[in-house]
């Protein structure tokens, strides 16, 4: 074949390949898929404007479903990263029982969450569903006292096993949202108490904790209960904590500071009453951990729109960057200059901090706040994790308690100071949008005070008590002995890394009889 025909061939197929996909088209661009065809009518193809508006208020409550499960589902894979990051930030020989805590905290809570606490959060909440997801109209039996004619909520009523009126697909969408936030809680002592903490107390701390601590203060905030009703009295929109700094990240912060202090330090932690390093057997691994947790928090932040159709999504996504990126660049900085050499852990945990601290705040301030919230939780972090050590003697080997402890309350504060004004109309019977001190609202700086106050008398008298009450019973710790050989041969049936540290009930496989060994090659066994 010459070469003229050789190009005609070719110039034939190219001018097929390029022709055929139009000439046997579908749609292409999609503009012919869907239509006034598919909406729900009597009359199919011939919608009244009943049909009409029904279809429209469907789809935008559809659309809202599907926002708010997407975001759980990204929150929910901030599990992997709490594990990974506390895992990272601790020894080798304790990584698979970190790694167990992380695990079955996940388990434990929700079945703790699923048969009480999700009714004692949210089962007086339930209202006609309108722009957001909401809790069904059913769920809404809220129990406290009753002055001046208002319900002064204690926790809800309805919806315990997500059984009778919670068995409606707003429950149990508004149920996993609410699920991993509860989870993300629970992890935070899981990183103070980690290389010490038995794994049975550990048990029994995860279901108490997911039926009753966490969800009593998340009804007083988000559940309609009395940190809410302030706004009722003239104090702004009473509390307000738009994702979780104070019910979330405080919580789990106030819950790893008693656990802490019960457990008491690690062996070896402090030498004639100074602090001691003890460093984490893979800071590559804690990194990952932290990307991850950071990737999750676009879940967490903008999903507590609970509207996929709300667009302000865009300025609690930006915000919640601004924030992280800010506090990794200044806790850089201030390790740099305090020690000489930027910290790497200090700088994961500045960025992790700035995120706990805008996680209340992101949708009611500016970019530039937002970096400046950041950027203080970047400092904070650091110098609160130094205090925690060195001057109140507390062990905790992921700095959890300043991440989410102390920056959960800067957050909430920040709200109370910043709050713009532009976002928030309606939020909690108020009709104004969310305004902080020094746009002129400064009882909203109040409420947010109050509400700091009761998260650290109900969280931490509750915890501390459990954490007191599990250590007379059955013990929270486990022996120096076990202590010092490694968690993972002790309390676990595998370590995490084969072959490494202590051989002490190293588990082993048990065989019927004898390997036989192959002679190598060329010569005997």
Not at 125 to 146: D, F, N, Q, R, Y
Not at 219 to 230: E, H, K, N, P, T
Not at 233 to 256: I, Q, R
Not at 380 to 401: T, Y
């Amino acid at each position: 074949m010459d070469r003229r025909k050789l190009y005609r061939l070719v110039a034939v197929a190219v001018a097929f390949a390029a022709m055929t996909p139009l000439l046997f088209a579908g749609d292409p661009n999609g503009g012919a898929t869907g239509g006034i065809q598919n909406v729900p009518a009597a009359t199919a193809g011939a919608p009244t404007i009943q049909e009409l508006g029904a279809a429209v208020g469907q789809t935008r409550v559809a659309l809202n479903f599907v926002w708010v499960l997407f975001a759980g589902f990204l929150v929910m894979f901030m599990q992997a990263g709490f594990a990974l990051a506390e895992a990272g930030f601790t020894r080798a020989k304790n990584a698979a029982h970190t790694m167990m805590m992380n695990f079955m905290v996940y388990a434990i809570g929700i079945l703790g969450f699923w048969a009480v606490g999700y009714a004692l959060q949210m089962g007086g909440s339930g209202v006609p569903m309108g722009a957001a997801l909401s809790a069904p109209e059913g769920m809404s039996k809220l129990i406290g006292p009753t002055i001046g004619g208002q319900v002064w909520g204690l926790f809800g009523g309805k919806g315990f096993f997500l059984t009778g009126v919670a068995y409606d697909v707003s429950a149990f969408a508004m149920f996993l949202f609410q699920m991993v936030f509860m989870d993300t809680a629970l992890t935070i002592p899981t990183g103070s108490m980690a290389e010490r903490w038995k794994l049975s107390a550990f048990i029994i701390y995860g279901f108490v904790a997911s039926a009753l601590i966490y969800p009593v203060f998340g009804c007083w905030a988000w559940g309609g209960g009395w940190l809410a009703s302030l706004a009722k009295v003239g104090l702004g929109h009473g509390y307000v904590d738009f994702a979780g700094s104070g019910v979330v990240h405080l919580t789990g912060g106030v819950m790893a500071l008693t656990g802490a202090i019960v457990l008491g330090p690690r062996i070896g932690k402090y030498i004639k009453g100074k602090a001691q390093a003890i460093p984490g057997h893979n800071l590559p691994m804690g990194v990952l951990g932290c990307f991850i947790l950071a990737f999750g928090w676009f879940g967490f932040n903008a999903g507590s729109t609970l509207a996929g159709t709300d667009l302000r999504i865009a300025v609690v996504a930006v915000n919640t960057m601004l924030a992280s990126a800010s506090g990794a660049a200044l806790a850089y900085l201030y390790t740099l200059k305090k020690f000489g050499a930027p910290d790497l852990s200090m700088a994961v945990n500045g960025m992790l901090a700035g995120m706990v601290a805008i996680t209340a705040p992101c949708a009611f301030v500016t970019a530039p706040v937002a970096v400046l919230i950041g950027a203080v939780s970047g400092v904070l972090v650091v110098a609160a994790a130094l205090f925690i050590e060195n001057s109140l003697k507390i062990d905790d080997p992921v700095g959890a308690i300043a991440v989410h402890g102390v920056n959960g309350a800067w957050g909430l504060i920040a709200l109370g100071l910043f709050a713009d004004g532009t976002y928030g109309q309606g939020l909690n019977g108020a009709a104004s949008g969310v305004t902080g001190l020094f746009y002129g609202d400064g009882k909203q700086f109040v409420a947010q005070l109050i509400g700091i106050g009761a998260n650290i008398l109900w969280v931490g008298s509750t915890s501390f008590a459990l954490f007191k009450v599990l250590d007379k019973v059955i013990g929270m710790r486990v022996t120096p002995e076990q202590e010092m050989a490694g968690l993972d041969f002790h309390e676990v049936s595998a370590p995490a890394y084969p072959g490494d540290g202590s051989t002490v009930n190293t588990p082993v496989m048990i065989l019927p009889k004898p390997l036989t060994t192959t002679a190598p090659m060329g010569g005997k066994a």
